[in-house]
């Protein structure tokens, strides 16, 4: 991050914090109604008598549209800013194909950090629902995919003695339930990452069946480590940035047969990593910036996987 980059950040990040934070309505709606909601809203019919869609399925005029995505799934991905397609992009270099919005002026840096502050925070809506959809999250029809899958992934499983938590997160860990009525947990290890190694994972094997989002990024683990990840069969989301994990322990990796997201960038990882991913047939979304792994890599692992994105350079906005 630049020195103004990081300097309008902190700035946004104090003004937010004195107004009670991102609210959606006031400080998020605006940004989308002004960019973005021309070409992504209801289906409209134009001045030709044309039925126009919203581009790519997308929609981000109301609450459960936002939340639904469009026809390549999930655009936000609450808590984590860099895996959320939306923001990335309306920071694609302004010549892109995919740039949004892809008619008028780029948004602005402040309007960037009110994106990302606002997912960082974890995506909330208060109380703004926007245009109302009867098959939108909420209703009994359609359900968010990420919430259909965990569902799917906890028929029959009991929820973890809370005891065999506390001893398998350790002193540094923590686990929550990705829901309120979930079995299934999310297991991190906040403002103790470089101290995790090795030991600590094994620890985890205890409640391995309960595991469906991991994050050991900036820990100190090897490859060693990835034996026992390699056992958690409902692990959905890996992270791994910035560790020493390298091509050939990829492989445990590749064995996981329910993961969608992994994050792999800032690692030793190269091409040659790439080809145990490809036999990943659930995985969906891969970063791998800072790496090792060339255009060519990333062109052959998207020959095998034409669905899979692959986020392999971060494209800053320019400053203006």
């Known amino acids: 991050m630049s020195a103004a980059r990081a300097a309008l950040a902190l700035c946004l990040t104090t003004v937010l914090r004195c107004q009670g934070g991102v609210d959606f309505e006031r400080h998020v ?30 929609r981000l005029d109301g609450r459960a549209f936002i939340l639904r995505g469009g026809d390549g799934g999930p655009v936000v991905v609450p808590g984590e800013p860099e895996e959320s397609e939306l923001l990335r992009l309306v920071t694609l270099d302004a010549d892109d194909p995919d740039v949004m919005p892809a008619e008028g002026e780029p948004l602005g840096r402040r309007e960037i950090e009110v994106l990302r502050a606002w997912i960082a925070g974890g995506a909330a809506f208060g109380d703004w629902t926007g245009a109302a959809a009867e098959d939108g999250p909420g209703s009994s029809a359609v359900e ?50 470089t101290e995790v190694a090795d030991a600590d994972v094994r620890r985890l094997a205890a409640i391995a069946e309960h595991v469906t989002e991991l994050d050991l990024g900036r820990s100190a683990i090897t490859g060693e480590a990835l034996a026992t990840v390699a056992r958690m069969r409902r692990l959905t989301r890996l992270d791994l940035h910035e560790t020493a994990v390298s091509d050939a322990e990829l492989r445990a990796v590749s064995r996981l047969p329910e993961l969608r997201v992994l994050v792999l960038w800032g690692t030793p990882v190269s091409d040659a990593g790439l080809a145990h991913l490809g036999e990943l047939e659930t995985l969906e979304r891969l970063y791998v910036w800072q790496t090792d792994v ?3 890599g990333v062109a052959a692992l998207r020959e095998r996987r034409p669905g899979l994105f692959v986020h392999h350079r971060i494209a800053l906005p320019e400053e203006r």
């Open 294 to 296: 060339t255009e060519a």
């Open 144 to 193: 968010p995919p990420r919430v259909v899958l965990l569902r799917s992934l906890a028929e029959g499983l009991e929820p973890p003695d809370p005891d065999d938590l506390t001893e398998a997160v350790g002193p540094h860990g923590r686990a929550t339930p990705v829901d309120a009525d979930s079995p299934l947990v999310r297991v991190e290890y906040p403002g103790a990452r």
């Open 29 to 58: 709606w605006p940004i989308l109604d002004a960019h973005c909601v021309e070409c992504h809203r209801a289906p409209w019919t134009d001045d030709r008598g044309r039925l126009r869609k919203p581009k790519g399925g997308l």
